[in-house]
Structures are given as C-alpha cells and as structure tokens.
C-alpha cells in the first residue's frame, strides 16, 4: 500500500518509521507543503494521512477529492468552518478524522462518559500537559474529552477563573505547555469528601503512529463516509 504522507514535523517522521517497519507491504510518500500548487508526489498514493496544518486544508481537501484518495486527518486546531468542509469530504470519499490515535484514549473516552451519567452531581475538571512546541491549546484530545462529557452533562467549558469561584455548570479546563511530553490528559470528578481521576499518559508519539498507520489499513477497504476511531474497534 503507497501511503501519502502531508507532514514533516514530529509525527509525520514517526508515521514514516513506522510504516518502514511493514516492510514491502507499505511505503510512504512525501509532498512539500510549500506553495499553494498541489501536492506533488514521486507515486500516486492510495491513500493519504495528514499531520500537518490547518492552513493546508484546502489543499489537502482538493487533492485527496480529486484523486479519490481515503484521507486519514490527525492534524489539529481547526475552526469550526474547517471541520464541516472536512466532514463534507466524507461525502464523496472515506475520511477517518481522530484528534487521538490512541486506543487508550478512545476508552478513556468512553470511561468519562460513563463517569459523567453516574456522577451527575459532582464538579468535573480537565487538565492536559504537552510539550512546549505543541501549538494549540487545548488540545484537540481535550476537545473531545469535552465533546464526550457534554453529550451527557450541559457543562460549559470554562479556561480562565479570573479570581471568580466556580459554577457547578462548568468544565474547568486547564493546559500546561512544558519540556518535552509526548501528551497527558486527566479528568477530575469531585464532590465535597472524594475524588475520581481518570488518567491516560503516552510515553512516545509511537503509538499515535502506529494507531494513524493502522486505520489507513483500515479506512483503504471502507465506502466513502464520515469515520471516527471509534468505527474501526465496531
């Protein structure tokens, strides 16, 4: 499988690395981002994985359009126009969109929404730690930490206390940009006399990367639709 990779920082080259590990069944294929022409590779992809930039979009959108390509989307820190021409794409091709690769942070997921139903009272707090490079803020992960507790509770999210107590009716959410983390992300569930903390720590951007590579494999063989993470493990 020839695999278009748009993105060369971080986790572009890890994705590479990984998919070297695969042997003859799976090559990447690089493009250059500058420019507004479109993507040229030295192969045609059969499908695409993005870990890039918001301003490549457009781009991105045209090319994998065009060529009839599955898109894999890890890149962040999109606006909400962004994401509803991202999910548009989903109606002519199969476009797999994820904030996280990692399995344990999908059941992380599913374990603060249950959290959130059976704790209908208590205050619930978000902190997430990435290293200092990491442009957005919060993270896309902590975005859908979120998503998943307001598909439960109508809580809003709150970044800044200013001097002022809490609400009950509110996330507070809070992020730390320092050295060199990989990512962390904690949510607190507190009431007067206890607390519950449901945590999920990665290591390495190694398994962001093995989890982007296994849902191209995935996505390739799917029709064309909107997907989540979540789709692969049905």
């Known amino acids: 499988m020839k695999i278009g990779v748009i993105g060369d920082g971080k ?13 003859d069944e799976a090559v990447t294929l690089t493009s250059s981002l500058t420019g507004t022409e479109a993507f040229v590779f030295t192969e ?12 490549n979009l457009e781009k991105l959108l045209t090319y994998s359009l065009q060529k009839k390509l599955p898109l894999v989307i890890g890149t962040t820190g999109y606006s909400s126009e962004q994401f509803q021409k991202i999910q548009q794409a989903g109606q002519d091709i199969p476009v797999l969109y ?18 959130t139903a059976a704790l209908k009272n208590w205050q619930i707090e978000l902190i997430e730690k990435h290293h200092s490079q990491k442009k957005d803020a919060p993270s896309g992960t902590a975005k859908t930490l979120i998503e998943s507790i307001q598909e439960v509770r109508k809580l809003t999210p709150v970044y800044s206390w200013e001097k002022q107590p809490r609400n009950d009716d509110e996330i507070g959410v809070h992020s730390i940009r320092v050295g060199s983390l990989p990512g962390e992300h904690e949510v607190l ?3 007067t006399d206890e607390v519950l903390s449901i945590k999920h720590e990665a290591f390495s951007n ?12 995935w996505l390739k063989d799917q ?11 049905a």
């Not at 045609?44 to 301003?55: A, L, Q, R, V």
């Not at 996280?100 to 929404?113: A, R």
């Not at 190694?206 to 494999?217: L, M, P, Q, S, T």
């Open 44 to 55: 045609e992809p059969e499908i695409m994985i993005d870990f890039s930039h918001p301003d």
């Open 98 to 115: 994820s904030s996280n690769f990692s399995l344990g942070v999908l059941v992380m997921n599913q374990i603060v929404q249950q959290a």
């Open 206 to 217: 190694r398994i962001f990367a093995d989890g982007a590579v296994n849902a191209a494999i």
């Open 11 to 23: 986790m572009g080259k890890r994705i590479q690395e990984v998919v070297q590990t695969y042997g």
């Open 189 to 191: 569930f507190a009431t």
């Open 223 to 233: 029709p064309a639709g909107w997907y989540q993470l979540k789709d692969m493990l």
